[in-house]
């Protein structure tokens, strides 16, 4: 158990525990700073498997953007906060519980059975010139494409929310 | 590290956000939980890519295209909240049934 897997362990540990907070939180607000936990926590995790710059990426618009929009989103729609939050009927939540440890388990099971031994070796980490190579040599059409669709996105969201 | 760690974290993370669709009403919790699914998805990438030590590159570059239209997606679902709750006044995603049977 050398330094690596007690770093990723406590990430994990971390990171799992957020996310199990964002899903049953009662306060809607509490919930999006558990998303921001979470976040940083896989960030974490991109950093001990040397990739760098997915973990730079990660923070600024995972955590820097898309949790400020929710709670952007939060404000604007008035959620209750504070307040109890409706919540589905313990039965759908049951149902919910049954379907998801369930998947966790299924996909457990198949991944022990498949991977079980296997290790990743330690490496360089990647540096962003290396991923610029990659993007801009190998992957350039669907680079282009994003963009298409981030301006897409970009259009209808405004045409979408604007009162008129 | 074993290969097995990320990939278990990632499908606890995964199986936390089904759980979020499911059991949660407000239509903004059910965004936060598919972003964590697609966080699961991106640390399942970048740990194949670890491990396979692939010269594409191919599992980073992907995740990188997954941040991006996650954040496009997020827009996209928070603008089409933003107007349900202009028009209906609640975000409860139970009460938006007009085209159910």
Redesign the interface.
């Known amino acids: 158990m050398n330094g690596q897997e007690i770093a990723f362990l406590a990430l994990a540990v971390v990171g799992g525990l957020a996310g199990l907070f964002v899903v049953t939180s009662r306060n809607v607000v509490h919930a999006a700073l558990w998303l921001v936990v979470a976040l940083s926590s896989v960030a974490g995790v991109f950093l001990l498997l040397a990739a760098p710059f997915v973990a730079f990426v990660q923070v600024i618009i995972y955590v820097g953007a898309i949790v400020v929009l929710i709670l952007f989103g939060i404000m604007l729609t008035r959620a209750p906060v504070g307040r109890r939050v409706f919540d589905n009927s313990l039965r759908a939540r049951i149902g919910a519980l049954v379907i998801g440890g369930g998947m966790f388990a299924m996909l457990t099971w198949f991944m022990v059975d498949a991977w079980s031994g296997e290790r990743i070796t330690n490496r360089a980490p990647t540096t962003t010139e290396a991923l610029g190579n990659a993007i801009f040599r190998n992957y350039v059409l669907p680079f282009e494409a994003v963009s298409v669709l981030l301006l897409a996105a970009l259009i209808g969201a405004i045409v979408l929310a604007r009162r008129d | 590290?074993?290969?097995?760690?990320?990939?278990?974290?990632a499908?606890?993370?995964?199986?936390?956000?089904?759980?979020?669709v499911?059991?949660?009403?407000?239509?903004?919790?059910v965004?936060?939980?598919i972003?964590?699914m697609l966080?699961a998805v991106?640390?399942n990438l970048?740990?194949f890519?670890?491990?396979l030590?692939d010269k594409?590159?191919?599992g980073?570059?992907f995740?990188?295209?997954v941040?991006?239209?996650?954040?496009?997606?997020?827009?996209?679902g928070?603008?089409?909240?933003?107007?349900i709750?202009r028009n209906r006044e609640t975000?409860?995603i139970?009460e938006v049934d007009l085209l159910r049977w």
């Open positions: 590290m074993p290969l097995l760690y990320p990939l278990v974290f499908a606890f993370l995964f199986s936390a956000g089904v759980y979020g499911l059991a949660r009403r407000n239509a903004v919790m965004l936060m939980s972003e964590l966080n991106n640390v970048v740990a890519s670890a491990y030590q594409l590159l191919a980073q570059v995740a990188l295209f941040v991006a239209v996650a954040a496009a997606e997020v827009g996209i928070l603008a089409i909240v933003l107007l709750y975000v409860n139970d």
